[in-house]
């Protein structure tokens, strides 16, 4: 026979005849998709994204994760300039790093300067 508890996000499970063992919670980072407007040395145009936005930043000048989706052409031009801007359709405009890309593929890795 169990019982169990809910504390703090996690949970804490009893068993009769054993020890208590705890099964923490994993948290949901809220993302963000959509099309935006990506512009790098190399490349100007449409792109789609998708961005993990965490409910708290620590400082100012964080940067959030997540990726942008295009041909694969354009995905190794910006990866080769390494930096651009991204203007979301609300019409901010975020400048960012692209981390990573794989060759053939249509996706690069971007942090984005909040």
Not at 40 to 63: D, I, N, Q
Not at 85 to 95: D, M, R
Request: hydrophobic share 30%; glycine share 10%; net charge neutral.
């Amino acid at each position: 026979m169990q019982d169990e508890e809910e504390d703090r996000g996690e949970t804490l499970t009893k068993d009769v005849n054993g020890p208590v063992s705890y099964v923490r919670k994993s948290r949901v980072v809220p993302t963000q998709t959509g099309v935006a407007t990506l512009s790098c040395p190399g490349f100007t145009g449409p792109v789609e994204y998708e961005v993990s936005w965490p409910k708290a930043l620590r400082r100012k000048h964080s940067t959030v994760k997540g990726f942008i989706r295009t041909s694969s052409e354009n995905a190794l031009a910006c990866f080769r300039a390494g930096s651009g801007h991204l203007t979301l359709e609300n019409g901010k405009e975020y400048q960012l790093t692209i981390v990573g890309h794989t060759q053939g593929t249509d996706v690069a890795y971007v942090e984005l300067k909040v």
